[in-house]
């Protein structure tokens, strides 16, 4: 594996050559510093760039960063955001991963106002003066009242879908359901708890990747017991331990901002939840 000051080298030393290329920037977790550092951080840099389109029209030219082992090219497939900039995501054979992002010079507007934002090359002068990087524009917000009370409804509503789900066999609907829907909402809440637990000023990272970091250990067990299998009667534990960690949370954060948590939606979905698993509804004789 190519070392950091090798990559380094490599992706400035084709800026530095290329006069098409008047400026260098990076952000993500190279440049945060409170994100681990590992063999598997990616390079996410953007280049400045004048005539934008002879980059694009021949991809060829990235070759020189290394031996790929897959590329991606978001904007070349479906569902591009069409802002008006190109990126290649690039990993090589040596481990490395190099996300490229080129935004014309012409639109200064696509330059990234990022607190993670750090300047490696400015031939004319063009960028912004960023801050010293740091990663408080990710840091958990807290929740408005609407807020909380929406994600504590949503967690208990749409558990009677993922319940549903299990009693028809519909494994496919409910695993999604349950992981895309209700996961969500209760990652919403483990963060709010993060967040008053450190008054809000640190991140839980993408996808609750620094969950481990910062949440004692009985309650990360806890959300790791929250997965589950394709086996029904494990699906159903892995529902009844998120209630249980959604409730314990919820009413922590309620009692924070002094919200109201509706006890009553939570004792009433159990009661549901328990007949479905249970198959304790019946039709009238």
């Given at each position: 594996?190519?070392?950091?000051?090798?990559?380094?080298?490599?992706?400035?030393?084709?800026?530095?050559?290329?006069?098409?290329?008047?400026?260098?920037?990076?952000?993500?977790?190279?440049?945060?510093?409170?994100?681990?550092?590992?063999?598997?951080?990616?390079?996410?840099?953007?280049?400045?760039?004048?005539?934008?389109?002879?980059?694009?029209?021949?991809?060829?030219?990235?070759?020189?960063?290394?031996?790929?082992?897959?590329?991606?090219?978001?904007?070349?497939?479906?569902?591009?955001?069409?802002?008006?900039?190109?990126?290649?995501?690039?990993?090589?054979?040596?481990?490395?991963?190099?996300?490229?992002?080129?935004?014309?010079?012409?639109?200064?507007?696509?330059?990234?106002?990022?607190?993670?934002?750090?300047?490696?090359?400015?031939?004319?002068?063009?960028?912004?003066?960023?801050?010293?990087?740091?990663?408080?524009?990710?840091?958990?917000?807290?929740?408005?009242?609407?807020?909380?009370?929406?994600?504590?409804?949503?967690?208990?509503?749409?558990?009677?879908?993922?319940?549903?789900?299990?009693?028809?066999?519909?494994m496919p609907y409910a695993m999604l359901m349950y992981h895309n829907v209700v996961r969500e909402d209760l990652h919403d809440m483990i963060?709010?708890?993060?967040?008053?637990?450190?008054?809000?000023?640190?991140?839980?990272?993408?996808?609750?990747?620094?969950?481990?970091?910062?949440?004692?250990?009985?309650?990360?067990?806890?959300?790791l017991l929250t997965y589950s299998d394709s086996n029904e009667n494990n699906m159903w534990e892995a529902i009844l331990k998120a209630c249980d960690l959604f409730s314990r949370l919820a009413i922590e954060v309620a009692e924070h901002f002094r919200y109201e948590y509706?006890?009553?939606?939570?004792?009433?979905?159990?009661?549901?939840?328990?007949?479905?698993?249970?198959?304790?509804?019946?039709?009238?004789?």
């Amino acid at each position: 594996m190519r070392t950091e000051k090798e990559m380094f080298d490599l992706i400035l030393g084709v800026a530095e050559k290329d006069p098409r290329i008047r400026a260098v920037y990076m952000n993500g977790s190279r440049t945060n510093p409170n994100a681990p550092k590992d063999l598997y951080q990616d390079y996410d840099i953007v280049y400045v760039v004048k005539d934008f389109e002879t980059f694009t029209a021949d991809n060829s030219w990235i070759d020189v960063f290394g031996d790929r082992l897959i590329l991606q090219m978001p904007e070349a497939m479906r569902y591009p955001s069409g802002k008006g900039y190109f990126n290649w995501m690039m990993l090589f054979t040596d481990g490395n991963r190099l996300d490229l992002t080129l935004i014309p010079i012409q639109k200064p507007e696509l330059i990234d106002n990022d607190s993670l934002t750090i300047v490696l090359l400015d031939k004319d002068g063009i960028l912004p003066s960023f801050p010293s990087a740091s990663d408080k524009d990710y840091h958990v917000k807290p929740p408005s009242q609407l807020f909380y009370l929406s994600c504590c409804n949503n967690f208990w509503w749409c558990l009677q879908n993922v319940a549903k789900g299990i009693a028809r066999k519909e494994m496919p609907y409910a695993m999604l359901m349950y992981h895309n829907v209700v996961r969500e909402d209760l990652h919403d809440m483990i963060s709010w708890y993060i967040g008053i637990h450190n008054k809000f000023s640190v991140s839980a990272g993408k996808m609750g990747k620094y969950f481990k970091r910062y949440l004692p250990s009985d309650i990360y067990e806890q959300y790791l017991l929250t997965y589950s299998d394709s086996n029904e009667n494990n699906m159903w534990e892995a529902i009844l331990k998120a209630c249980d960690l959604f409730s314990r949370l919820a009413i922590e954060v309620a009692e924070h901002f002094r919200y109201e948590y509706n006890q009553q939606d939570e004792d009433n979905m159990r009661i549901y939840i328990h007949k479905v698993k249970n198959n304790l509804w019946e039709y009238p004789h």
